[in-house]
Nanobody, 124 residues
Framework: QVQLVESGGGLVQAGGSLRLSCAVSGRTLSLYAMGWFLQAPGKEREFVAA????????YYADSVNSRFTISRDNARNTVTLQMNSPKPEDTAVYYC?????????????????WGQGTQVTVSS
């Protein structure tokens, strides 16, 4: 069983920066492709970014491309989402997720494990 715990959320000013972390326990991180998703109030959960098991390939939603960066440290069992120049529309609960297979990493149904989420609020 894999456990995921997000941290690093909070209040940030637009144009600032914030770093989210996802600590993975229970199994070796290198077994999983990882993704970040967000859910804004009253909206469906949507894809933000994903990274393959080795970290060699990353994927981003168009809305965050060039602003956010996903990375992983398999030795420390940690996945990070660096949020630069956040915008008020990035305000949401951010979830970390793990996928055992490298399939369509933009599709949340491919992920079998989820964290509880961390709130990010971007003020204008």
């Amino acid at each position: 069983q894999v456990q995921l715990v997000e941290s690093g959320g909070g209040l940030v000013q637009a144009g600032g920066s914030l770093r989210l972390s996802c600590a993975v326990s229970g199994r070796t991180l290198s077994l999983y492709a990882m993704g970040w998703f967000l859910q804004a109030p009253g909206k469906e959960r949507e894809f933000v970014a994903a990274i393959t098991r080795s970290g060699g390939i990353t994927y981003y939603a168009d809305s965050v491309n060039s602003r956010f960066t996903i990375s992983r440290d398999n030795a420390r069992n940690t996945v990070t989402l660096q949020m630069n120049s956040p915008k008020p529309e990035d305000t949401a609960v951010y979830y970390c997720a793990a996928a055992a297979q490298r399939v369509d990493l933009r599709n949340q149904s491919e992920y079998g494990y989820w964290g509880q989420g961390t709130q990010v609020t971007v003020s204008s």
